[in-house]
């Protein structure tokens, strides 16, 4: 299965409301990274949190990682329509012979209404 | 600063044809990550590569990809005797250290689309 699982598959809200994405994972990680892609279009990297870390914030983002549980959460606060996209995490995986690969979630799809 | 750059960003091939799809990582450099998203999917890792050199392919399928990065030019992945199965979006994403660090960012392409017909 999947190393890195995301919850729920689709959400759809309210502008203005908050929105949680849940990322589950299972082996050790050096870092874990949340992207954005809109339809059709390529990743933008939104954050990175290191294993070492439980929480970090940009702008809106806010993204906490526990490793006890082996999962992170990316909260967007006041979201805009501007935020509706397709949410990813992805872990970089720890370990003698890691080269860096990235392992993407499935995504959370989001869709905030005006 | 340009970002990674990938051409062409659409490409339409026949059953048996090859494919050949370029990436130009960003100024700077040196690593350079494929993956590849089916539909309604998630990204998957094919291979990771420095100049010259191919550090991991353990997401390749072990026939008909290839890729290459070599000392001038862009990154090259080739699908030879392209099957519609091959259909996806191809994405490249560069940074500037790849294994030489425990946290590095990579930076991706906008992707290249590939429809088999």
């Known amino acids: 299965s999947q190393q890195g699982e995301e919850d729920p598959q689709a959400l759809s809200i309210q502008e203005g409301e908050n929105a949680t994405m849940n990322c589950s994972y299972k082996?050790?990680?050096?870092?874990l990274q949340w992207y954005r892609q809109n339809s059709g279009r390529g990743l933008v990297h939104l954050i990175l949190i290191r294993s070492n870390e439980r929480e970090k914030h940009s702008g809106r983002l806010r993204v906490t990682l526990d490793t006890s549980k082996k999962s992170s959460s990316l909260l967007i606060t006041a979201s805009r329509a501007a935020d509706t996209a397709s949410y990813f995490c992805a872990t970089d995986v720890s370990g003698s012979g890691n080269t860096g690969k990235l392992i993407f979630g499935q995504g959370t799809t989001l869709q905030v209404k005006p | 600063n340009a970002g990674v750059m990938q051409n062409p960003r659409h490409l339409v091939r026949r059953r048996g044809q090859e494919a050949r799809l370029r990436c130009s990582p960003m100024?700077?450099?040196?690593?350079v990550y494929w993956y590849r998203q089916l539909p309604e999917e998630g990204l998957k890792f094919m291979v990771y590569l420095q100049k010259e050199n191919i550090i991991d392919e353990s997401g390749m399928p072990k026939e008909r990809f290839s890729a290459e990065f070599p000392k001038e030019g862009p990154s090259i992945l080739r699908i030879q005797q392209v099957v519609r199965g091959d259909s996806a979006a191809y994405f490249c994403?560069?940074?500037?250290?790849?294994?030489?660090?425990?946290?590095?960012?990579?930076?991706f392409g906008p992707g290249t689309r590939l429809t088999v017909l």
């Open positions: 994403a560069s940074s500037p250290q790849g294994q030489l660090a425990l946290t590095d960012t990579q930076y």
């Open positions: 082996t050790s990680i050096n870092n």
């Open positions: 100024k700077g450099h040196s690593h």
